[in-house]
């Protein structure tokens, strides 16, 4: 199967008032998906998995620009295309799910509104009004036409969230991307909107990218998984293998860190120290830092990617 998406050798910065240190956020970025299946990006906040997320369909502001690498979709070049072809890219390929859907929204018009607006901009049904209905009964929303006639401070954070992933399939696009589509709910709506993720996945066979640091969604969706750190894979590999024998240390102590029910500790394990600022990156490994098995090496050379099994990435001086 050809890939939906390839993302090879990454790189975006962003400008700074000294023009010879730019923000490294995203430095050498590669990964895939294909057609019906989930990839998920796990890291800190600060790891640059948003920026990854939004240079896709070329949605960075004017501060940020592309240093290297290409980012090919359904085989065209992305970093080609004029700005009418964007238009097209944006929305109607390649839709986004943004966390915080209360900021999302415009509070001053009506959910029925905004989704028809989508359809509207993206799609060619010949009533927009009515598909926006037909899209919020297809993501669970009940008494859909009445509704359609709410605001968004009217809607629970579960409820809005649905109406953001209606706006998003407006135009049945090829590659959804999901950046932590379930922060601020609770457990219950949580796995509701992941069933329903996976049911329209299936339903419209879209590639979905999951951006979060929630270890549980990725368990339960992705087929694969890249765990990022100051702007680079550090490891990747299918998420099984990754989640039960993780080798690099920065993966091993975001798994340390996610709470065990089942197991009684007295107290929780973190990571020691922050990720580093991506515009004054420590010399050689980024990780070095805060890696309680950093060596002398470590310090001074950038370890590079280095196969480590089937499907496997690490990038790590001593991850045998």
Same mark, same amino acid.
């Given at each position: 199967?050809?890939?939906?998406?390839?993302?090879?050798?990454?790189?975006?910065?962003?400008?700074?008032?000294?023009?010879?240190?730019?923000?490294?956020?995203?430095?050498?970025?590669?990964?895939?998906?294909?057609?019906?299946?989930?990839?998920?990006?796990?890291?800190?906040?600060?790891?640059?998995?948003?920026?990854?997320?939004?240079?896709?369909?070329?949605?960075?502001?004017?501060?940020?620009?592309?240093?290297?690498?290409?980012?090919?979709?359904?085989?065209?070049?992305?970093?080609?295309?004029?700005? *009418? *072809?964007?238009?097209?890219?944006?929305?109607?390929?390649?839709?986004?799910?943004?966390?915080?859907?209360?900021?999302?929204?415009?509070?001053?018009?009506?959910?029925?509104?905004?989704?028809?607006?989508?359809?509207?901009?993206?799609?060619?049904?010949?009533?927009?009004?009515?598909?926006?209905?037909?899209?919020?009964?297809?993501?669970?929303?009940?008494?859909?036409? *009445?509704?359609?006639?709410?605001?968004?401070?009217?809607?629970?954070?579960?409820?809005?969230? *649905?109406?953001?992933?209606?706006?998003?399939?407006?135009?049945?696009?090829?590659?959804?991307?999901?950046?932590?589509?379930?922060?601020?709910?609770?457990?219950?709506?949580?796995?509701?909107?992941?069933?329903?993720?996976?049911?329209?996945?299936?339903?419209?066979?879209?590639?979905?990218?999951?951006?979060?640091?929630?270890?549980?969604?990725?368990?339960?969706?992705?087929?694969?998984?890249?765990?990022?750190?100051?702007?680079?894979?550090?490891?990747?590999?299918?998420?099984?293998?990754?989640?039960?024998?993780?080798?690099?240390?920065?993966?091993?102590?975001?798994?340390?860190?996610?709470?065990?029910?089942?197991?009684?500790?007295?107290?929780?394990?973190?990571?020691?120290?922050?990720?580093?600022?991506?515009?004054?990156?420590?010399?050689?490994?980024?990780?070095?830092?805060?890696?309680?098995?950093?060596?002398?090496?470590?310090?001074?050379?950038?370890?590079?990617?280095?196969?480590?099994?089937?499907?496997?990435?690490?990038?790590?001086?001593?991850?045998?």
């Amino acid at each position: 199967m050809s890939d939906l998406l390839k993302v090879s050798g990454l790189k975006v910065f962003f400008r700074t008032a000294d023009a010879a240190r730019p923000v490294k956020a995203v430095d050498g970025v590669s990964f895939s998906i294909r057609a019906g299946e989930t990839t998920a990006v796990v890291g800190e906040s600060g790891s640059g998995k948003s920026v990854t997320a939004l240079s896709l369909a070329r949605l960075l502001p004017g501060s940020a620009y592309y240093a290297g690498g290409s980012i090919l979709f359904e085989g065209e070049d992305v970093l080609a295309l004029d700005d *009418r *072809r964007l238009r097209k890219l944006r929305g109607g390929r390649i839709a986004y799910i943004f966390q915080e859907p209360s900021t999302s929204l415009n509070p001053v018009f009506t959910v029925g509104w905004q989704i028809a607006e989508a359809v509207r901009a993206h799609a060619s049904a010949a009533d927009p009004d009515r598909e926006a209905v037909r899209l919020m009964r297809l993501v669970g929303l009940p008494d859909p036409e *009445r509704r359609c006639r709410s605001y968004p401070h009217e809607m629970s954070g579960g409820m809005q969230q *649905r109406v953001m992933i209606a706006m998003a399939l407006a135009c049945k696009p090829r590659l959804l991307v999901a950046d932590e589509p379930t922060t601020a709910l609770d457990v219950t709506i949580q796995a509701q909107i992941l069933e329903l993720l996976a049911d329209l996945q299936k339903q419209l066979g879209m590639g979905i990218l999951l951006i979060t640091h929630n270890f549980g969604l990725v368990a339960r969706m992705a087929r694969d998984i890249h765990v990022m750190y100051a702007g680079r894979m550090v490891e990747s590999g299918p998420t099984r293998d990754v989640l039960t024998e993780p080798r690099h240390p920065y993966t091993r102590a975001l798994l340390r860190a996610v709470p065990r029910l089942r197991v009684p500790v007295r107290e929780l394990t973190e990571v020691h120290g922050s990720i580093p600022s991506l515009a004054d990156l420590p010399p050689g490994c980024s990780f070095h830092p805060r890696c309680p098995k950093a060596a002398d090496r470590c310090r001074v050379e950038t370890p590079v990617e280095e196969e480590a099994g089937t499907e496997r990435i690490v990038r790590c001086h001593f991850w045998k």
